[in-house]
């Protein structure tokens, strides 16, 4: 057996699994008793009148089944959720009733839903205010209705110029820059990922971070515990809080029945000294630079900036690391008071995303719809998972429907199968309706990014999928004829020539294979 799967086999994820398993089935076998108890209780007290009994019983379980339904229907959720869930509860009456009380909503708790509205007014101070109207349109002409809608949604997602952005093609490119701005650190290094994994690139980046704690500069880490299962060890927060690194695990697993855990820290940030910023595609693990490939070459991408926009990365970081501590802290020590001047034409807006009702609309879905409704000539996407829902399709298929070129790059070899599948599974109507889909035949693309018209680009974690679109927290950059957007087109035109166009026919599979996916596309937006 091959090392690696050993690894796999004993780490925690396999445990972590199980012990979720096991919870849901004592969940299920505790609702089954109550039942069954009940009906045992009916015919020892009430022997004479069990019917009547049973009757009242069975006539107030429907009324729950019902008014359950009723609920479901009428819940102000995505729809596509709507219908697996109708199908649990009918299916199952009352225990699809009480499946569905206690796994149907991602919402954070009610206590960290008052203490996030808290952070926000405290961190509002620090955060530049969004261009105004005039100004904004007179800069980015009818791109500036989007860029205004996604202030709206978020309202910390502002308009910065003077700043400078630089792309990276490959995670490869990446890396010697990121360990250069690191070593220049003078006051404090802010990071927070999805994953990181002990390694030749996490080991490059740990490496510097321990020298600038010995040299009196703060450093604070974040992880995302369960993107981190099978790659560090369940308590490595604390051999890095050992080397002086302030580092917390996000939304830690906990064995509680409960839908929360997927609520996930799917963000890729780094901050240093408050001027320099990275965001992408890039988790910390030796896949992302090329130093070992598992499903062919991994494609994947990230943006530098450099100047005010990063103001956005700092003060969004601290929210979320005083959201995960508890604790209000004062910003202003950590948010520069001024920027060197920049000389960069275009605009630049980082922005954040996150469960609702954290987030009052789904900030980054809408983000991209918007861009399809504002396109004129072109819009790429490159995305590892394209599992979407109706509105999404149909924005896709109504860009295409005007003339507008609307391309999405997937990947040709897949990391999880069902992730795969599903991603196939939604070949057909696009192409249908006039969208090209392409794989990227050298391997995995795990680049999350949109261009348009050689105006606009967005580059950051957001992939199409509802994980994404509903229940992660995740960020990206919104950019607007920056040099970033240059290279971000010159990449895209290299993507194409190392890509396939899927047809009907690629798309097209056996009868089996299309009915299991689309009993899987069924239940996709429940997980």
Same mark, same amino acid.
């Given at each position: 057996?091959?090392?690696?799967? &050993?690894?796999?086999?004993?780490?925690?994820?396999? %445990? &972590?699994?199980?012990?979720?398993?096991?919870?849901?089935?004592? %969940?299920?076998?505790?609702?089954?008793?109550?039942?069954?108890?009940?009906?045992?209780?009916?015919?020892?007290?009430?022997?004479?009148?069990?019917?009547?009994?049973?009757?009242?019983?069975?006539?107030?379980?429907?009324?729950?089944?019902?008014?359950?339904?009723?609920?479901?229907?009428?819940?102000?959720?995505?729809?596509?959720?709507?219908?697996?869930?109708?199908?649990?509860?009918?299916?199952?009456?009352?225990?699809?009733?009480?499946?569905?009380?206690?796994?149907?909503?991602?919402?954070?708790?009610?206590?960290?839903?008052?203490?996030?509205?808290?952070?926000?007014?405290?961190?509002?101070?620090?955060?530049?205010?969004?261009?105004?109207?005039?100004?904004?349109?007179?800069?980015?002409?009818?791109?500036?209705?989007?860029?205004?809608?996604?202030?709206?949604?978020?309202?910390?997602?502002?308009? !910065?110029?003077?700043?400078?952005?630089?792309?990276?093609?490959?995670?490869?490119?990446?890396?010697?820059? +990121?360990?250069?701005?690191?070593?220049?650190?003078?006051?404090?290094?802010?990071?927070?990922?999805?994953?990181?994994?002990?390694?030749?690139?996490?080991?490059?980046?740990?490496?510097?971070?321990?020298?600038?704690?010995?040299?009196?500069?703060? &450093?604070?880490?974040? !992880?995302?515990?369960?993107?981190?299962?099978?790659?560090?060890?369940?308590?490595?927060?604390?051999?890095?809080?050992?080397?002086?690194?302030?580092?917390?695990?996000?939304?830690?697993?906990?064995?509680?029945?409960?839908?929360?855990?997927?609520?996930? #820290?799917?963000?890729?940030?780094?901050?240093?000294?408050?001027?320099?910023?990275?965001?992408?595609?890039?988790?910390?693990?030796?896949?992302?630079?090329?130093?070992?490939?598992?499903?062919?070459?991994?494609?994947?991408?990230?943006?530098? +900036?450099?100047?005010?926009?990063?103001?956005? +990365? &700092?003060?969004?970081?601290?929210?979320?690391?005083?959201?995960?501590?508890?604790?209000?802290?004062?910003?202003?020590?950590?948010?520069?008071?001024?920027?060197?001047?920049?000389?960069?034409?275009?605009?630049?807006?980082?922005?954040?995303?996150?469960?609702?009702?954290?987030?009052?609309?789904?900030?980054?879905?809408?983000?991209?719809?918007?861009?399809?409704?504002?396109?004129?000539?072109?819009?790429?996407?490159?995305?590892?998972?394209?599992?979407?829902?109706?509105?999404?399709?149909?924005?896709?298929?109504?860009?295409?429907?005007?003339?507008?070129?609307?391309?999405?790059?997937?990947?040709?070899?897949?990391?999880?199968?069902?992730?795969?599948?599903?991603?196939?599974?939604?070949?057909?109507?696009?192409?249908?309706?006039?969208?090209?889909?392409?794989?990227?035949?050298?391997?995995?693309?795990?680049?999350?990014?949109?261009?348009?018209?050689?105006?606009?680009?967005?580059?950051?974690?957001?992939?199409?999928?509802?994980?994404?679109?509903?229940?992660?927290?995740?960020?990206?950059?919104?950019? !607007?004829?920056?040099?970033?957007?240059?290279?971000?087109?010159?990449?895209?035109?290299?993507?194409?020539?190392?890509?396939?166009?899927?047809?009907?026919? #690629?798309?097209?599979?056996?009868?089996?294979?299309?009915?299991?996916?689309?009993?899987?596309?069924?239940?996709?937006?429940? %997980?």
């Amino acid at each position: 057996m091959k090392r690696k799967n &050993v690894k796999k086999i004993f780490s925690r994820f396999p %445990f &972590v699994a199980l012990t979720i398993i096991l919870l849901f089935l004592a %969940f299920v076998a505790a609702i089954l008793g109550l039942i069954i108890v009940s009906d045992l209780a009916v015919a020892h007290y009430f022997p004479g009148a069990e019917p009547y009994v049973q009757f009242l019983l069975t006539a107030l379980a429907y009324l729950i089944v019902f008014i359950t339904v009723m609920h479901a229907a009428n819940r102000d959720m995505v729809p596509e959720t709507k219908i697996p869930w109708i199908l649990c509860i009918v299916a199952l009456n009352l225990l699809g009733v009480a499946i569905y009380i206690t796994f149907s909503s991602h919402r954070p708790s009610l206590r960290a839903r008052k203490f996030y509205r808290e952070l926000g007014a405290s961190s509002a101070p620090y955060e530049k205010r969004t261009m105004p109207r005039e100004a904004l349109h007179l800069k980015m002409g009818r791109w500036a209705s989007v860029s205004e809608a996604l202030s709206t949604a978020t309202p910390s997602a502002v308009q !910065y110029g003077g700043t400078s952005t630089r792309y990276f093609p490959s995670g490869e490119a990446m890396w010697p820059h +990121l360990l250069e701005d690191l070593k220049r650190a003078e006051k404090y290094i802010f990071l927070e990922y999805f994953i990181i994994e002990e390694g030749e690139f996490w080991n490059s980046v740990l490496e510097i971070l321990e020298e600038k704690v010995k040299e009196g500069v703060e &450093v604070r880490m974040m !992880y995302d515990d369960i993107g981190c299962m099978g790659k560090v060890r369940f308590d490595y927060y604390k051999k890095l809080r050992e080397k002086g690194i302030d580092c917390v695990k996000f939304n830690p697993f906990v064995p509680v029945i409960a839908n929360v855990h997927n609520n996930r #820290d799917h963000r890729k940030i780094v901050v240093i000294d408050g001027k320099v910023g990275y965001t992408g595609g890039l988790n910390l693990a030796d896949e992302y630079v090329g130093l070992v490939q598992p499903f062919g070459y991994w494609k994947d991408t990230a943006v530098r +900036l450099e100047g005010e926009a990063v103001r956005s +990365l &700092v003060v969004g970081f601290l929210r979320h690391d005083s959201m995960q501590k508890r604790r209000v802290e004062d910003f202003s020590p950590y948010v520069p008071a001024s920027y060197d001047v920049v000389h960069e034409e275009g605009l630049v807006q980082p922005f954040f995303d996150g469960p609702h009702p954290l987030y009052g609309r789904h900030v980054a879905e809408d983000l991209i719809i918007n861009i399809l409704g504002a396109a004129q000539r072109y819009v790429y996407i490159t995305t590892p998972y394209l599992i979407i829902d109706y509105r999404m399709r149909e924005a896709l298929i109504l860009a295409a429907g005007r003339g507008v070129d609307v391309r999405i790059v997937t990947p040709h070899i897949p990391d999880k199968k069902i992730a795969f599948a599903l991603t196939r599974s939604n070949y057909m109507a696009l192409i249908k309706g006039g969208v090209k889909i392409y794989e990227f035949t050298p391997g995995f693309i795990h680049a999350k990014m949109v261009l348009s018209d050689d105006e606009v680009a967005i580059v950051g974690t957001i992939n199409l999928d509802y994980r994404s679109f509903l229940y992660h927290f995740e960020n990206a950059v919104l950019m !607007y004829r920056t040099s970033a957007v240059e290279e971000v087109k010159a990449d895209m035109v290299s993507i194409f020539e190392v890509s396939v166009q899927q047809s009907e026919a #690629d798309a097209k599979r056996s009868v089996v294979w299309r009915g299991i996916c689309e009993l899987a596309k069924l239940f996709a937006p429940l %997980f």
